[in-house]
């Protein structure tokens, strides 16, 4: 076994790959990508509601259908880039989601939005796992792959608070679907200057992509998560137990086939790694557990303090600020002290701010919400580039795109996991709200909802209707956030015990394989 430590080792990949730096600034304009998407469909959420009229499920639908496609995908969409080259997938991936980004923008019905979202998934499922795959290839020396995966996480975060800004500004200036259109300049970027940067890489000896596998892991996480979503909001009714049962079925299918396979999708032997398994325990968790606050923050800034678009974005940047920051130190601090020790203490400080939030009411000031979101970023930032160095360093380069896909599964998973249970938990709390006499039925969908009704009501009636539904959508939040600050706790004691022992430098030396 080779150690990737050996300075011989690091001095020969450093001269073969003098432009490695040049290379990840165009991975990180993807990561950009997808990132600032990801952001402004919650800031455009309120927009979406009065212009389409979705009910409160089709809502709930087009803000988690993209992490269902996504996650369903990212497994096959890796290893297809572990076979055909990652720089091919990932400059055909970025051309699809420009495209299909017009598509959302023009969006007419709450149908066609939510197809628009699917078929986004499939696009953006080619774009996270190639990046990392090469990162994984462009810097064989972990305190510079550290580093790397550092500025891709901050990048991702920078996204995030980008997202808003520039999605608020778009948003009072012009019509909602202008926020998707803003992939289109990134996109152009990202391919023009890809397609001379970029080195390809791919598995020398891939195997063949076995559409069979394809399918099953397709079916498996979708029919699984939606089960958990229908069961959430409506309980356990035998459709939903269907599919639950289909998709347990097709994900157990999937496993017994990739161990019975020569050259599987999925090298499923990885999870008996520890390391590997807690970091993408982790990320599912904390990702599950953020994800309310994260979807209906822009709604609580809006549609109860009276925030404009812009307004809310420039609130939400103290997450991204703080993310930033953590993701370009985290290597260093997780090799000075220890990973677990990082990871862990990332996520019990995400608990505790979530937990903070737990006192939200309608008027709580902004210096209290600011704070809150500067401790998120910081936690998320530590935990998430530390967990996705430690996942990239225990595999060969042949399965990077494969074991970067799992990470950005959980990732993906976690997220339309805790909008579908999270969500449910404000959508079911806010349905129950009392509201004067003659308020509107479709007033309970959303509160985007009440809003609009509320238009078109007499002046008191209209302040008692929005008084209401605004006292139990937040109500709503408080109990996500408490949830939230639960699941944050327990993953950040079992991340205590599952990285225990883990090292960058020693993972990366264990996963190591010659190469051929």
């Known amino acids: 076994m080779t150690s990737t430590l050996r300075p011989a080792f690091v001095t020969r990949e450093a001269r073969e790959r003098p432009g490695r730096w040049l290379a990840l600034s165009v991975l990180v304009l993807a990561v950009l990508l997808v990132a600032v998407d990801a952001t402004v469909l919650g800031l455009a959420t309120p927009y979406i509601s009065e212009d389409l009229k979705p009910s409160g499920t089709q809502l709930l639908w087009i803000g988690d259908v993209y992490s269902f496609v996504i996650a369903g995908l990212l497994v096959s969409m890796g290893s297809l880039g572990d076979r055909i080259g990652r720089k091919r997938v990932l400059l055909g991936g970025a051309t699809a989601f420009g495209a299909i980004s017009v598509l959302n923008a023009y969006a007419g019905t709450p149908e066609l939005m939510i197809l628009a979202r699917a078929l986004l998934g499939v696009a953006g499922a ?5 990046t990392l795959a090469l990162i994984r290839n462009l810097f064989p020396d972990p305190r510079e792959r550290s580093l790397a995966v550092g500025v891709w996480g901050a990048t991702a975060s920078a996204g995030t608070a980008l997202g808003p800004l520039a999605g ?23 391919v023009l200057v890809g397609s001379r940067l970029l080195p390809e890489s791919k598995n020398p000896s891939p195997g063949p992509w076995d559409l069979t596998s394809v399918v099953l892991s397709l079916v498996g996480m979708i029919g699984t998560v939606y089960a958990v979503k229908e069961a959430a909001a409506h309980g356990v009714r035998w459709q939903a137990l269907a599919v639950g049962l289909l998709g347990a079925g097709a994900l157990y299918g999937f496993v017994r086939r990739q161990l019975t396979m020569p050259v599987p999708l999925l090298d499923m032997r990885l999870f008996r790694q520890r390391g590997f398994s807690g970091a993408v ?8 557990g953020m994800s309310g606050l994260v979807f209906f923050l822009s709604q609580y800034l ?9 307004q809310a974005g420039l609130g939400e940047l103290p997450g991204g600020v703080g993310a930033v920051a953590a993701g370009l130190v985290a ?16 996520l019990a400080a995400v608990g505790i701010a979530l937990a903070a939030l737990t006192t939200l009411s309608r008027s709580t000031g902004y210096p209290v919400l600011g704070a809150a979101l500067l401790v998120v970023g910081i936690g998320a930032g530590l935990s998430f580039t530390v ?9 060969p380069r042949e399965q990077a795109g494969a074991a970067s896909a799992v990470s950005e599964t959980a990732y ?21 709200f009392t509201g004067p006499a003659g308020t509107p039925e479709a007033a309970h969908e959303s509160l985007g909802a009440a809003v609009r009704e509320a238009a078109g009501l007499p002046a008191p009636t209209a302040q008692a209707l929005l008084d209401a539904a605004r006292e139990s959508f937040v109500h709503g939040l408080r109990l996500a956030s408490g949830v939230g600050a639960a699941v944050l706790l327990a993953t950040a004691a079992a991340a205590w015990f599952l990285l225990k022992g ?6 990366a030396a264990q996963g190591r394989h010659p190469e051929v």
């Open 502 to 507: 883990q090292k960058l430098e020693t993972a």
């Open 387 to 395: 967990t996705a160095d430690v996942i990239l360093s225990s595999v």
């Open 281 to 288: 325990l982790a990320d599912l968790l904390t990702v599950l």
């Open 168 to 190: 608020g500004f778009l948003l009072e200036h012009f019509w909602w679907g202008s926020v998707f259109l803003i992939n289109l300049p990134v996109m152009a970027a990202l």
């Open 412 to 432: 993906e998973l976690g997220a339309a996991l805790g909008i579908a249970l999270l969500g449910t938990i404000v959508t079911g709390v806010y349905r129950d």
């Open 302 to 310: 809006q549609l109860v303090q009276g925030w404009r678009p812009f």
């Open 126 to 130: 080619t774009l996270m796992p190639a």
């Open 331 to 346: 290597g260093r601090a997780a090799r000075r002290f220890s990973v677990r020790a990082v990871a862990s203490g990332g």
